[in-house]
């Protein structure tokens, strides 16, 4: 299966963003996936079920982009409503299912886990179901809109046929059952495959470039390049492949990004028009706010090069660029606008890294081996 996936994902890549959601589905080898997962496949590429129609989760959550929205026209995405735009940049979804439940580590004195950039849904479940009513993406005025357009689809039969008629015929139970059937897909190795460059390369089936490997090296110096403090790169003690990502919370000093189309959104989406301020995890509801200001969740690298544009509002178009912000933000501050969120900015592990251009490139191009779909 593993095969069939990462041979869909080159096609994918080839044919990039001239391909509409029905495409992408088609695309996905749903060989070996439960009646479940599949039902959930079918609800995560349904444009029918925004209001109006013409939105899907995969509109900003694409198989070419880790299920991300590779769009680096705007830094955010747009809803189905035109001109209407979220606040953060479309998160990863390949992988996300190896997020913890939020919850605060009390060892570690930090919060962990959760899904979005805040944590503010503790599971894929809980997810899954905010997207259907925010009015800035899909629109819907309540569940029982989203329960009533799942009723008229080609695939009710199956929903019925898994969850009973006492769950078909009671819109809050459906609306939790379609929950269920999309965290079920959002599961299933199609999303998650594992099955880039570095995946073969841990396996032992091939060699990194020169390049490549220089960049590895960095990436987990603690000395310098000091990545994998954050974004783990080698296999856990029991084998398990690395995420890329810790699933903590931390404020980079991203600056504010002035083309985030949010800042023009109108008055009821956002009150506070240029002058928005993103919290992160300290505007999250049941958290130590002040102390949390500006933090935002670690994002797996897996499928990175192929998500531009990157940081939680979508000011970096590259990933050197995001590189040399790490390296340079604490030397050459000149060279960056001040920070979006001042307070609680991380400066052990980044902001003077010690990089020369040539390492720069070189850790860029070991992040490029992170993609799925390689074919060695």
């Not at 391909?19 to 609800?43: C, F, N, Q, W, Y």
């Not at 995560?44 to 109006?52: M, N, Q, R």
């Not at 939105?55 to 001109?83: I, K, L, M, W, Y």
């Not at 023009?264 to 200001?293: C, I, Y």
Request: charged share 25%; proline share 7%.
């Amino acid at each position: 299966m593993l095969k069939t996936v990462s041979i869909s994902l080159v096609i994918l890549l080839a044919l990039g963003g001239c391909m509409r959601e029905a495409d992408h589905k088609a695309a996905i080898d749903p060989t070996g996936m439960s009646k479940l997962e599949r039902v959930g496949m079918e609800l995560f590429f349904d444009e029918s079920l925004s209001t109006p129609p013409g939105q899907s989760c995969a509109s900003c959550h694409v198989p070419t982009a880790g299920f991300a929205d590779p769009d680096d026209h705007h830094a955010t995405s747009e809803g189905v409503h035109p001109g209407r735009f979220g606040s953060r940049n479309a998160p990863i979804v390949s992988y996300a299912k190896f997020s913890p439940p939020f919850h605060f580590d009390k060892e570690e004195g930090l919060y962990t886990g959760g899904q979005f950039w805040d944590g503010r849904a503790a599971t894929l479940e809980e997810q899954a179901k905010q997207p259907f009513l925010n009015p800035v993406e899909m629109a819907n005025p309540g569940p029982h809109v989203v329960a009533g357009k799942v009723r008229q689809t080609a695939y009710a039969g199956e929903i019925r046929e898994l969850f009973g008629e006492t769950v078909f015929n009671d819109d809050l139970k459906l609306y939790n059952a379609i929950a269920t059937a999309i965290a079920a897909f959002e599961r299933t190795d199609a999303v998650s495959p594992f099955t880039s460059k570095y995946d073969y390369y841990l396996a032992g089936k091939l060699e990194l470039t020169p390049e490549e490997e220089l960049g590895l090296e960095l990436f987990e110096r603690e000395d310098k390049g000091n990545c994998a403090a954050c974004h783990p790169s080698q296999r856990g003690d029991d084998g398990s492949r690395p995420l890329f990502t810790d699933f903590t919370y931390d404020n980079l000093g991203v600056p504010s990004n002035p083309e985030n189309p949010h800042l023009r959104n109108e008055p009821q989406f956002n009150p506070h028009g240029d002058a928005f301020v993103d919290l992160g995890l300290g505007g999250k509801t049941g958290v130590d706010r002040k102390a949390e200001h500006g933090k935002f969740k670690v994002p797996t690298l897996r499928n990175i090069a192929a998500s531009a544009p990157y940081m939680h509002n979508g000011v970096f178009l590259t990933l050197k660029e995001v590189v040399d912000f790490y390296n340079s933000r604490d030397t050459d501050p000149a060279r960056w606008d001040a920070p979006e969120v001042a307070a609680n900015v991380n400066s052990d592990e980044l902001g003077d890294l010690g990089l020369n251009e040539e390492e720069v490139d070189a850790i860029v191009a070991f992040m490029e081996t992170l993609t799925d779909g390689f074919q060695p």
